[in-house]
Each structure stands twice: as C-alpha cells, then as structure tokens.
C-alpha cells in the first residue's frame, strides 16, 4: 500500500504502538494505551489534531448522546458494536468531562454540546495523551507499511518507524477539505480485510433540475415533517437549501437512501388534514384553498406545491377528491432526490471496513495479529446526535485496553 514513495532512512524509531490518525478516535485509543504504560506515537498528515472535533457541532462538539443503543448505528453487521457500546458508555464518557469540569448542555433528542467551545473536548483528549506520555507527530504522510516477522515497518516522509501494534484510525472520507482520506481503506486492502462499499452519510440532498428550479425560491424554509423510505422514518426539521434539501430530518435519512429511490415526506405530521378540512367544509368554512392552508404552511411552499386553480377554490366548492388530493400531496409528497451534495459536506462515511474481519472485543485483526482499526474507518455509522463521536470513544477505548 503506497501514499507516496520516501528513501528509506538508516535510523529507524521504535516504539510499542502505532495509531494513524489523531482525530477523535486516534487520540482516545492513544490515551488509554498510554496509561497502560505502552510507549505511544500518534501520527497524522494535518498540521494540527482533531480538526474534525473543532468544526463538529457548529464549533460546539455534540460529543454524545444521552441515549445510545445499538439501533443507532448502521452496519452491515449491526451487532458489532454492541460489546463496545456496553463496555465503554456516554456516563463514560461524560464522567471524563466532569473530571476537566467541562461545561456542557441538553439539546433535542437527548444531544449533548459543549457550552463554550469544542475545544473544551480537544483540549482535554490532548491533556490526557500528555499524562500519559503519548507522543503526537503532524504532518507526517505514510508511504509503506510492511509487515514482518513481530512487528509493523512504516515509511514516513519524517523518517522510519517500527512498533509491536498498529491501529488505524484514520477516519472516512466525509470532508476532504479537512484532510480525508481513503489511507485506512488501503491499508486494510493491503492485509486482505474485505472494504464495504463506501458512500457519504448524513448529508443533504441534491434534486432533479425540475424541482430544483421549483424549490430553490423556497431556500432557508425549515419545517417540522416525517421523512420516511420503505426502511426508515425520522421526524424533525427539513430545510429547504438552493440545491435540494437538508435539516436533521433529510440528513438522518440520507444514510439509509439509495440512488434513485423515492422520499416520502409528511409536513403536517401532527394533523389529521383530510379529517380537518371535511369539518371546516361542513361548518361552511368559506376560506379559500389557499387561506386555509397558509394557516398551516408557509406561503411560498404552499405555492409551490399546488396550482393556482386548486388554491383560488372555497373550500365549499371543493369536493372529497378535491381534499384527498391535498391531503395527500401534504402527507404524503414525494420526492426523488436527484443525489447528495456528496463528501464534500457529508458528516460521516457510510461503510468501510468489514466488521466481520474485526474482534468486537478488542478491534483487532481477526486475520493480522496487533493489526487494530477504531473510529469511522469501520462499517459503524451513527444517526446524527452525538452517536459517530460515542463509537469514536467506545471502539478506540477497548482497543486502548490491548494494543
């Protein structure tokens, strides 16, 4: 496996344990080795560790949840990380953050964030690895890693390494622009470790010219709905952007999508609408269509999705196929996305490396001895709200207790 060729140098550095990548996951396994007296290097091609942890959440670091159970999480193994999750929990976690007396609050669906800054989380992951005498080298890029007889040979453009246990830890490929790279996934494939299919995860979705240009007026228009595929249902906003569609609810359906599948959205969620317009005619409600509906919806998506005959009509002159129609087109509209804005803003990777070729109990190679991978790399993906950075502390903790 090559990321580019380096000389070889005479000097070779030796130490027990190797991680690939200082981000979330990187760091956590690092600390726990570390404080097992294992001598530790954490190497990483950016100039700085954990940018990912800086910008996620806004810049506030939704680093858990309240709730974590294994339903979170998809992978085409869904019990792997069930050991993981058990054995090193959020109250975990949140016990860490107590201890460097980070202040932090709740939000929707059990969401935990930094109240300051993310770099409350950074800063104290770094704390941690200098307690436990973790060395953190940046802008070093791997060429090859070589596997001998006890240990793991790696060329670096800073120099040669050799350690007991490798772990990567290097991530997806969501946002490249931070430094992602497919690194982990060739690494595997050099070992023979089986890569599933990769494709960005909770992120927005693009749509077909038409509807494009029909809802791209209505950019910055959030709405409470229910989104749904023949797998998955989320309820809580949709945003309406210049290029499709986004908001929680989008990006936590977009991991469970396949192109050219069908969205089926629900924008009045908590409103028996057919039911509601039957009574109002029969109470000889004289509002138009169109009054009627803008007490419901914004006026521009109202627009948007009905023709202006429908919506000049008095509920009185309209009929039961009349209301079935709108209540439909309300309750059930669907919409086939045309495909997602990709890595470019997606928050996690999709897929990756096969579950079923790891240990769920230590994260190694089932197949290379004291080859470790943690973190994103996996084919583990979180639901949006703070279960990707819980996988991070949970895969990375148990490999901590053995690399």
């Given at each position: ?262 969205v089926t959205v629900d924008l009045l969620p908590d409103l028996d609408l057919e039911g509601t317009l039957k009574t109002k005619r ?122």
């Amino acid at each position: 496996m090559y990321s580019g060729r380096f000389l070889w140098v005479q000097r070779v550095t030796e130490t027990d344990v190797i991680i690939i990548g200082a981000g979330a996951s990187g760091l956590m396994c690092a600390i726990e080795a570390g404080k097992r007296g294992r001598k530790v290097l954490v190497l990483d091609h950016a100039n700085k560790a954990g940018k990912k942890i800086l910008m996620s959440g806004g810049g506030r670091c939704n680093f858990t949840n309240h709730t974590i159970e294994p339903e979170n999480f998809i992978s085409h193994n869904p019990h792997f990380c069930i050991s993981a999750l058990n054995r090193y929990t959020q109250w975990d976690f949140l016990a860490l953050i107590d201890r460097y007396r980070i202040p932090f609050h709740e939000r929707d669906h059990g969401q935990l964030f930094c109240n300051d800054s993310a770099k409350d989380i950074l800063n104290m992951l770094l704390a941690e690895c200098h307690n436990a005498r973790v060395v953190i080298q940046l802008n070093t890029h791997i060429g090859e890693i070589k596997r001998l007889a006890e240990t793991f040979a790696l060329e670096t453009n800073q120099g040669r390494y050799a350690c007991a246990s490798l772990v990567v830890a290097t991530g997806g490929l969501s946002i490249p622009k931070m430094g992602a790279t497919p690194l982990g996934y060739k690494i595997a494939e050099q070992f023979g470790i089986k890569i599933w299919p990769t494709r960005a995860g909770l992120v927005p979705f693009t749509l077909q010219p038409d509807d494009k240009e029909t809802f791209s007026p209505l950019s910055g228009i959030a709405i409470p709905s229910v989104v749904s595929n023949t797998r998955q249902s989320f309820r809580e906003n949709i945003l309406f952007t210049h290029r499709g569609l986004s908001g929680p609810a989008i990006l936590q359906l977009s991991s469970y999508w396949q192109p050219g599948e069908a969205v089926t959205v629900d924008l009045l969620p908590d409103l028996d609408l057919e039911g509601t317009l039957k009574t109002k005619r029969q109470q000889k409600v004289k509002n138009s269509v169109k009054t009627i509906l803008e007490g419901y919806l914004p006026k521009r998506l109202v627009g948007c999705l009905f023709a202006e005959e429908l919506l000049a009509l008095s509920l009185q002159d309209c009929s039961d196929k009349h209301i079935g129609f709108i209540a439909d087109r309300l309750h059930r509209w669907s919409i086939k996305p045309n495909g997602t804005e990709g890595y470019r803003t997606a928050e996690v990777t999709v897929g990756g490396v096969d579950c079923d070729a790891i240990s769920s109990k230590t994260m190694a190679s089932k197949a290379v001895p004291n080859l470790y991978f943690v973190g994103e790399v996996l084919d583990v993906t979180g639901w949006l709200g703070g279960y990707n950075f819980q996988w991070a502390w949970s895969s990375a903790w148990c490999a901590g207790q053995y690399v």
